[in-house]
């Protein structure tokens, strides 16, 4: 199905890359299989971020970046995810500041933290100097109050942003409905802040959002075309799972 996507999005979140470094030849067949201009955002496999912890995976990641860079200049973002259980206690912070602080140069970098205490001033720091992105994501770890926070200070030159769950609010309720207006027009106001700071933001859509990643995306993009284009030089991508 990767030639039909590729028709109408140009870029694309993978998650079989979180389960594991995947084989060569599949790698050549994604970029083989897109146009120009198309874009792979990787997860980084969880060998690295849930079961190391980021301690002593130097060798993996390598392998990792090794076998990615068959996709040449369709590799975009390498997005690492913090495991929901990975808690910010002292030691951590530090594995994860080393981690990152030796990040390889030449790779686009995203982070996606579950727990707002990591995001303090020290981790701010690290991620700032090695221009590593804080994912914004829309769901049930962080409130879209401190996405705005984050979003007005990037650490990068560039974003990524995720709608992965429902909103926080909808996630007691029993049809699990999203109020598509209100997250549309939060979320245009922390992309226009972004949006005048960095040169690309990245944007993913999931099915767990509210079951139909196609149709938020084309939502969405209604919704924010027509405020007047608001926010500009976005380049606006989508995924679905």
Not at 16 to 37: K, N, Q, S, Y
Not at 99 to 112: C, N, V
Not at 135 to 151: F, N, P, Q, T, Y
Not at 176 to 189: A, G, K, M, R
Request: aromatic letters at 12%; charged letters at 25%; proline letters at 5%.
């Amino acid at each position: 199905m990767l030639r039909w996507y590729a028709a109408g999005f140009n870029t694309v979140e993978v998650s079989d890359t979180f389960r594991g470094i995947p084989p060569e030849p599949l790698v050549r067949e994604w970029r083989d299989a897109v146009p120009g201009g198309f874009v792979f955002a990787l997860k980084v496999p969880q060998q690295v971020t849930h079961e190391r912890r980021f301690v002593g995976a130097d060798g993996i990641l390598r392998r990792f970046l090794d076998r990615v860079t068959v996709l040449g200049d369709r590799l975009g973002p390498l997005l690492l995810t913090m495991s929901p259980g990975f808690t910010a206690t002292n030691e951590a912070r530090a594995a994860v500041i080393s981690f990152i602080s030796s990040l390889p140069q030449g790779f686009k970098w995203a982070i996606e933290f579950r727990h707002a205490d990591w995001l303090k001033s020290d981790m701010v720091q690290a991620l700032s100097a090695r221009r590593v992105a804080t994912a914004l994501v829309e769901g049930r770890w962080i409130r879209r109050s401190r996405m705005l926070e984050l979003a007005r200070a990037p650490t990068a030159d560039f974003a990524y942003v995720r709608w992965s769950d429902p909103p926080r609010g909808s996630l007691a309720r029993a049809d699990n409905v999203v109020d598509h207006d209100e997250v549309w027009s939060s979320w245009t106001e922390i992309l226009r802040r972004v949006g005048a700071l960095v040169g690309t933001i990245y944007g993913y859509f999931g099915n767990r959002f509210s079951g139909n990643a196609p149709h938020d995306v084309k939502d969405f993009y209604r919704s924010t075309c027509g405020a007047a284009g608001e926010v500009q030089n976005w380049r606006r991508r989508a995924e679905t799972d």
